[in-house]
């Protein structure tokens, strides 16, 4: 993989909210702009890209936190009813404008340290007039404040409690209803699923699948997070996007992903809120050549976390990634995981002028740091 490009005395120039040069400020052509910012010395990176956030939801689960710190497990707090269906009784219960509203703050935290964009997943409404309007509300996110929204239709994400446990019914509820509804309405850029023991099992999210390559919808997939159930290697089969989690990803999973230039998304801030002990396998990875990007996955259960910068630090301090591939992990390769590659994620001419400018002496700094952002101006779309 290359580093990242580093360029000492650079220039960006934009017009029309395009980059129309990055590079060294010598090898500029004479440009002839109406209006010239100094940075000052200060860096300036691509926008940060947050590729995996369930951002969108109704209330919140702290009481589920204290009950987890009483001794209870995530994985049993799910069975017993609580876990994402008690998010999906607070969403169900909101108005789009309230999804919108309790939204924006957490939205407004990542875009103070440099986000420019975002995708936001459903999963929370689990019929199909809840999922269409949590997605309607993420896509309005990207009208109240300067950010590109990317969704992504998580309706198998878990089972609703009208569904009584039958997973195939619902599963065919999600192809046959929701999701035609939802592609219809152009509200969904890729569609996911949740593979795991209390999620789908493949051949559920196989269904899935080929519902949405019928519609023309790319796939991406929560895979390997709590046990190894394949679903790297079935995503990859399927030409997913990207393939979330990971940890128990064995050889087979990540040459897979290799294989079909699928992103592996690591989730440190799910790690580390759920206190898992197995890490996802990164040298595994890297010797197989798998993209890494790193995501906040924003999101009331498992991973409570508005926060690209301490995204980062988790990555670097809990999984051993080095400072460039975190960086790289929040721009090029969160922008590939969202099919985004070719208008954000680097700098370089033809694509939006999306810009983080830093007050700081070495990029190290964006990682090291807890809990301290250094952001200077945040830039969005040359503005
Ligand atoms: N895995 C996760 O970490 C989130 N969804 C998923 O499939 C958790 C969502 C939640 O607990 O609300
Ligand atoms: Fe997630």
Known sequence: MPGLGIVENGLIAACDGRIVYAGSEADASALDAPDVIDCAGRWITPGLVDCHTHIVHGGDRAHEFELRLAGATYEELARAGGGIVSTTRATRAATEDGLVASALPRVDALMAEGVTTMEVKSGYGLDR?????????????????????VTSFLGAHAMPPEAAGDKDAYITKVCDEMLPAVATAGLADAVDAFCDNIGFTPEQVTRVFEAAKALGL??????????????????????????DHLEHIDEEGAMA???????????????????????PPVDLLRRHGVHIAIASDSNPGSCPLTSLLMTMNM???????????????????????LGRLDDVGTLETGKSCDLAIW?????????????????HARVWRGK
């Open 218 to 243: 790319r796939v991406k997939l929560h895979a390997e997070q709590l046990s190894n159930q394949h679903g790297a290697a079935l995503a990859a089969r399927y030409g997913a996007l990207s393939a």
């Open 257 to 279: 992903l290799a294989r079909a230039g699928t992103v592996a998304v690591l989730l440190p801030g799910a790690f580390y809120f759920v206190r898992e002990t197995q890490k």
């Open 129 to 149: 007039d809840a999922e269409m309007k949590s997605l309607r509300a993420a896509r309005r996110l990207g009208e109240v404040r300067p950010l590109s929204i």
């Open 359 to 375: 007050d700081i002496e070495r990029p190290a700094e964006l990682v090291y740091r807890m809990g301290f952002n250094p952001i």
């Open 315 to 337: 990555a670097a301090t809990l999984f051993r990634l080095t400072v460039d591939e975190c960086l790289i992990g929040v721009t090029r390769e969160a922008a590939r995981a």
